[in-house]
């Protein structure tokens, strides 16, 4: 993307820890979950926080279908947010999912890696969701 | 607050697709609109400070606004001036400033104007600019952020407000429908005809569950306000209007740290802290102008900002009851869905319809006054996070 | 010698058919191939697999002290950056060993002789292999007819094994069939299917193969399984008369099912033979790229019953297709791109 800083900036480095070994913060006092981590709740306020991994499965909570995504992007993309197993939400995109018939409310989901964008040649890599198979 | 600040003038330029004027352009417009609306007359001069509302920050190809990019674009360089930017409240934020300035007691008058050009780019950039790029100019990472933007995040509402409170497609449609109607009485409104929700319903998905005709449009504008202590203010007008409560409420910038997508606790809270600053119940308002960036965002406004409970909005609205002739109405100036949305100027051009319609000048689409109260909303900002509620009253 | 202590493969889901690819240019392929999706690429396949290897193995993470990760389509020709992803993503110290081989479909064997070394030579107790490959062809070739995409990730050491490594031997000669050129982008072949198969293939697999059954004192008869490189299905067949090996003993065909795998093809084959092998049966697998083969004899132990309900087998992942369209393919392997303005 033009004028975003390039895969290799501090920025993307920073959130190495957050993005794939999923660490984020609980609050001891008012039980928030979040990520990245954080030594201030953003709940309440709180410095009562710890490291906290987060699930890598959850249940939809919501979504949409969209169909104008960023330039770069082939539409669509199915954005969700996600009732992680053992508390707190996760924010991010359902893949192999094109339609908005293929997902519900409550469906269980698992994260699996994803390569999410090219920038300058280097290949940025996060996590999306996909719907579990019922067994 | 109450009782402390009048607004005596207010001027708007026609929103739209106005591909032939400038930033500079608008801004003087409005401003020369705002300035020959006081019905006693005002000299600039007696402008004491100014407060400039615009959103976009270098986003849209118009670079980092300032202080001094408003002075120099009214010709008026010795006042103190600050651009103030809060996400979509840019522009409700922008008068609270001025009437903070105002109630401090620190300035005898105060100007806000807000104005956006978003249409220097193609409407599908500026709507990925309003998305906030890809996450990492955020700090945040593009596997969080990917499709996030106005309508992404209020499309996720949609979903669960289809999901828990039973709400569905034509009900948001019908807002679109209420809103395009009051747009064609109102000079202003960047669209100006009628649509019915099958029209709505047939237009292309952008984010499902949301259609093209469910969101606003991308918009040029400005609009202003002069404002002034309210013990003054029948130096320059027999009909000022005064301001009971100016607040601005938050909630978590992550969407992720949400804890309900039926409603936004921006919102809730910065209307709660108006009520109570304003010494007032929602039910004493008249009518109200909310931010209807898309159509189940209104049905969500109403029920946060206290008209109605959660999950009762649709219903009445398909009772017409927010219609211009309804029991409460919502958006006579057609909304941000057909007056448009130009960001910084969008609060401040809801507000200048609140001063039109209290001192009973709105025309064809006059509403009713009982009290002679009506509010404004707005929010936005990183998920919706922001939101701006004002109060105005025709008596103090 | 060390051995299997887990395994995990996966594969796309999305196919073509290899005649597809071919209908422009040409039509005698044969088969069909799996295809990565728009958001999927070596390293998120090899996640997925490691992550099934690391399930199988029912180990701690933090066991292992070395990563060798092996493929010929590594997107950086400067750069060990896939391994250390994976270190990452287990939250492994700095002072794990993490390296990538690359350019080389004998890449992944040699990342597994590199591990086997190290733990012989008490450098490191427990290793993670991982072969990924998703290699970009060019329009019109013979590789992108047959080229198919999938990962394998193996925890390698020496306790708790399923199945262990009894011998390896390698036989290397100045030999090119198949080469990508830095300032190419795409793999070639030389493509004399005569000269290519009997001078490459068949030559360096009989070669590789025969010293290691003399290091192992083991007849081609004694193998229950044998698992050789499978850029097509004929190719397996070439070696086997003069290694005494019956037809019946070849691991079933994957190349016209998921394609040619690469330097994973041997060990993603490898990994459906294990899903079904059964304690003391005995597996020669030999890899073959450009004039060089590895031979390796691997021995099924009892801990395969053990731990076979872990497993997400090969079969799950061949039996998930989505069929797409050349265009499709086209714009996936970024053979069309949109006009930047």
């Not at chain 1, 290949?123 to 198979?133: A, D, H, S």
């Not at chain 2, 300035?107 to 790029?133: F, H, I």
């Not at chain 2, 309210?230 to 209007?241: H, I």
């Not at chain 2, 409460?328 to 001063?355: D, M, R």
Request: negative net charge.
């Amino acid at each position: 993307m033009p004028g975003a800083p390039a895969p290799a900036s501090p920025v993307y480095w920073r959130l190495n820890t957050g993005v794939y070994r999923l660490i984020g913060m609980k609050c001891n006092d008012c039980g928030h979950i979040s990520y990245p981590v954080k030594k201030i709740c953003s709940e309440c306020g709180s410095l009562n926080v710890e490291e906290y991994k987060l699930s890598k499965r959850g249940t939809v909570h919501t979504y949409c279908v969209q169909w104008a995504p960023p330039p770069g992007f082939e539409a669509p993309i199915v954005p969700i947010i996600v009732d992680m197993d053992g508390g707190g939400r996760y924010q991010g995109l359902l893949t192999e999912v094109a339609s908005p018939e293929a997902v519900k409310i409550g469906d269980k989901v698992e994260m699996v890696l994803r390569k999410v964008m090219t920038d300058r040649g280097l290949n940025v890599y996060g996590y999306k969701f996909r719907l579990v198979e019922e067994e | 607050m109450r009782g402390k600040v009048a607004v005596i003038g207010a001027g708007k330029i026609r929103f739209g697709e106005l591909f032939e004027m400038s930033l500079g352009d608008m801004v003087e417009q409005a401003y020369l609109n705002c300035l020959n609306s006081v019905d006693k007359g005002i000299a600039p001069k007696e402008i004491k400070a100014a407060w400039f509302g615009h959103w976009s920050g270098g986003f849209i190809g118009q670079g980092a606004m300032c202080g001094a990019s408003l002075a120099s674009f009214i010709g008026n360089l010795e006042i103190p001036v600050t651009r103030v930017e809060n996400g979509c409240p840019t522009g409700g934020d922008a008068f609270r400033h001025a009437c903070l300035g105002v109630a401090s007691g620190v300035y005898d008058v105060a100007l806000a104007l807000g104005a956006e050009k978003m249409r220097d780019k193609p409407a599908a950039e500026s709507l990925g600019a309003a998305g906030g790029g890809g996450g990492s100019e955020m700090g945040l990472h593009p596997s969080w952020m990917l499709g996030m933007g106005g309508p992404g995040i209020q499309a996720l509402h949609a979903t669960r407000q289809m999901h828990e409170l039973g709400y569905t497609m034509e009900n948001f449609a019908r807002v679109a429908v209420k809103n395009h109607h009051n747009g064609t009485l109102c000079p202003y409104a960047h669209y100006q005809f009628e649509v019915t929700i099958e029209r709505v319903l047939g237009s292309y998905i952008v984010c499902w569950p949301l259609h093209l005709l469910d969101c606003c449009p991308q918009t040029d504008g400005a609009a202003a306000l002069i404002v002034c202590r309210a013990d003054l203010a029948k130096k320059y007008t027999d009909k000022p209007v005064y301001v009971l409560g100016s607040n601005i409420g938050i909630d978590h910038k992550n969407l992720w740290d949400r804890n309900s997508f039926v409603e936004q606790l921006s919102t809730v809270r910065a209307a709660r802290g108006a009520y109570e600053m304003a010494g007032i119940k929602p039910s004493d308002v008249d009518f109200a102008e909310l931010h209807d960036c898309f159509t189940n965002t209104e049905l969500m406004n109403i029920e946060d900002v206290g008209f109605a409970r959660k999950g009762e909005a649709a219903g009445m609205l398909m009772n017409g009851e927010f219609d211009i002739d309804g029991r409460l109405p919502i958006n006579p100036s057609g909304g941000l869905k057909a007056h448009g949305h130009p960001i910084g100027a969008t609060g401040v051009g809801q507000l200048c319809e609140l001063f039109w319609q209290l001192r009973e000048e709105a025309d064809k689409r006059q509403v009713k006054l009982k009290n002679g109260i009506g509010t404004q909303h707005n929010v936005g900002g990183d998920a919706f996070g922001v939101s701006a509620y004002n109060i105005l009253s025709r008596s103090i | 010698m060390a051995g299997i202590i887990g395994y995990g493969v996966y594969i796309p889901r999305y196919r073509i058919e290899q005649k597809e690819t071919q209908i422009p240019w040409s039509s005698w392929a044969g088969g069909e191939k799996a295809v990565c999706g728009a958001d999927e690429d070596v390293v998120t396949m090899a996640a997925e697999a490691t992550e099934n290897a690391i399930k199988h193995a029912a180990i701690d993470p933090a066991q292992i002290d070395t990563i060798y990760l092996g493929t010929a389509s590594s997107p950086y020709i400067e750069g060990h950056l896939l391994s250390p992803i994976f270190a990452e993503i287990l939250g492994l110290p700095p002072e794990v060993r993490a390296v990538d081989y690359s350019g080389s479909l004998n890449a992944l064997a040699m990342a597994l002789l590199g591990c086997l070394d190290a733990i012989e030579a008490k450098n490191t107790k427990c290793g993670l292999v991982i072969g990924t490959e998703n290699r970009m062809t060019a329009p019109g070739t013979e590789s992108d007819a047959s080229s198919g995409a999938g990962a394998v990730t193996m925890v390698i050491g020496t306790e708790d094994t399923i199945a262990d490594f009894e011998a390896v031997h390698t036989y290397s000669t100045l030999f090119i069939d198949r080469w990508e050129a830095a300032q190419d982008g795409w793999v070639s072949n030389y493509f004399d299917y005569r000269f290519d198969r009997e001078y490459g293939y068949k030559k360096h697999i009989t070669g590789a193969s025969k010293g290691l059954m003399q290091k192992v004192d083991k007849k081609g008869q004694d193998f229950t399984y044998v698992v050789f490189q499978q850029p097509d299905d004929r190719s397996p067949n070439l070696p086997i008369k003069e290694l005494g090996i019956q037809a019946e003993q070849l691991a079933p065909s994957i190349a016209s099912t998921l394609g040619d795998l690469g330097s994973c093809s041997a060990f993603v084959s490898l990994a459906g033979v294990l899903d079904k092998a059964k304690p003391g049966e005995r597996i020669l697998l030999a890899t073959y790229g450009s004039g060089g083969s590895n031979a390796m004899s691997i021995t099924v132990n009892k801990a395969i019953d053990k731990k076979r309900k872990r497993i997400v087998p090969l079969e799950k992942y061949a039996a998930q297709k989505d069929y797409i369209t050349y265009v499709s393919y086209l714009k996936l392997r970024e053979m069309i791109k949109r006009a930047p303005y």
